[in-house]
């Protein structure tokens, strides 16, 4: 059974990732630190019943609908009066991170709403003048405008990768319409200006995908080895999870939007400068650079056996300045924790809403 250990009470051995090869790898992390007297306790969400991984292949229902500059299509499950629960996947996954994790939540009474990013599934712009832009704050906006199609005030957003990105930048920019977030790997906004400074080889190695992608070679081979390359990536990031062949597919079938290859391109140059961004989203951009810190109820969490970079949660501690709580989900739980984990996953949505009343 995967275990939740709390706050910042973690001390872990320091992992490290290392060797690669187009056949084979072996992963471990950068791990956690933290001071010790960690408490433990199972990953069991309230008002649910337990559940294994992968017990789900499909959604209650799935939408569309327009919202900003997309027709976005979304999952849905729960009661449509229960708070409001926005879930975000990453890159490169898609709405079944979190095939487990809404029905869990449903149960317990939330609205849960999964959205296929800009880019994946059945999410489309509605105008082919619309730049193709992944940049954080038009990630972003896109949440927002969701949110307003729907009719949602305010709501838990809980994501991994680029989904919790997208969260902390809303809880920076909107906090008026985050309640709580939940953020896997902690604080992830940055900027192209902020990027620049040089890693040390192992980080640099483990974002060897960016460089490949900053590459006209790069785009190229991204769109020609499209499952190869993201399935490689799913066994770089999650060393220890045995997914199957059919749980791959089903995500992989995402990859097939029209859009999904400039949408990906775009976000790595973007972050790294060798692409440029929208004008009108600058103010944003220039009030994100500062790197300001978040002020909701926040629980970050990573996966014992995450493959994929992360700071040290003693690195950004200090970007929350709100009530917080740290989470290491132990058992072999690699980078989309929400699937290999959605017991713990689900514990943290629920878990953070008590924070805001603590």
């Known amino acids: 059974m995967n275990t939740i250990k709390t706050s910042e009470e973690i001390n872990q051995k320091r992992r490290r990732f290392c060797g690669a090869a187009a056949l084979a790898f072996a992963a471990t992390q950068l791990g956690v630190l933290g001071?010790?007297?960690?408490?433990?306790?199972?990953?069991?969400?309230?008002?649910?019943?337990?559940m294994k991984p992968g017990?789900?292949?499909?959604?209650?229902?799935?939408?569309?609908?327009?919202?900003?500059?997309?027709?976005?299509?979304?999952?849905e499950d729960?009661?449509?009066?229960?708070?409001?629960?926005?879930?975000?996947?990453?890159w490169p996954y898609d709405i079944?991170?979190?095939?487990?994790?809404?029905?869990?939540?449903?149960?317990?009474?939330?609205?849960?709403?999964?959205?296929?990013?800009?880019?994946?599934?059945?999410?489309?712009?509605?105008?082919?003048?619309?730049?193709?832009?992944?940049?954080?704050?038009?990630?972003a906006l896109d949440i927002i405008a969701l949110m307003d199609a729907l009719k949602i005030q305010t709501a838990t957003v809980a994501g991994f990768d680029w989904g919790a990105r997208t969260a902390d930048v809303m809880a920076t920019?909107?906090?008026?319409?985050?309640?709580?977030?939940?953020?896997?790997?902690g604080y992830l906004i940055s900027s192209p200006a902020g990027n620049q400074a040089p890693l040390p080889p192992e980080p640099a190695f483990l974002f060897w995908y960016q460089y490949y992608f900053a590459t006209p070679v790069g785009k190229a081979g991204y769109a020609k080895y499209l499952d190869q390359f993201n399935k490689f990536i799913w066994r770089q990031a999650s060393?220890?999870?045995?997914f199957d062949d059919a749980t791959y597919d089903r995500t992989a079938a995402s990859f097939n939007n029209p859009d999904h290859v400039d949408i990906v391109m775009h976000d790595y140059r973007w972050r790294l400068g060798g692409?440029?961004?929208?004008?009108?989203?600058?103010?944003?951009?220039t009030r994100l650079a500062a790197l300001p810190p978040i002020s909701v109820p926040t629980i970050t969490m990573e996966g014992d056996?995450?493959?994929?970079?992360?700071?040290?949660?003693?690195?950004?501690?200090?970007?929350f300045s709100g009530k917080y709580e740290y989470r290491l989900i132990t058992g072999g739980v690699g980078h989309n924790l929400p699937q290999e984990a959605p017991q713990a996953f689900a514990q943290a949505v629920i878990d953070v809403g008590k924070l805001t009343s603590a």
């Open 275 to 285: 692409a440029d961004g929208e004008r009108k989203y600058d103010d944003l951009e």
């Open 35 to 50: 001071s010790a007297n960690a408490v433990a306790e199972t990953a069991k969400p309230v008002g649910t019943t337990a």
């Open 96 to 139: 079944h991170s979190y095939v487990d994790v809404a029905p869990l939540l449903a149960s317990a009474g939330y609205r849960v709403v999964v959205p296929y990013l800009r880019g994946y599934g059945t999410t489309r712009f509605l105008s082919s003048e619309t730049m193709r832009n992944a940049q954080q704050s038009a990630v």
């Open 305 to 319: 056996a995450s493959g994929a970079i992360h700071a040290p949660s003693v690195a950004y501690r200090n970007r």
């Open 173 to 185: 920019l909107w906090p008026e319409r985050c309640k709580a977030i939940v953020s896997v790997s």
């Open 55 to 75: 017990t789900n292949t499909s959604f209650a229902s799935l939408k569309q609908i327009d919202a900003g500059l997309l027709n976005v299509g979304y999952a």
């Open 239 to 242: 060393p220890k999870w045995n």
């Open 78 to 90: 729960g009661p449509a009066d229960g708070p409001a629960v926005v879930l975000l996947h990453g």
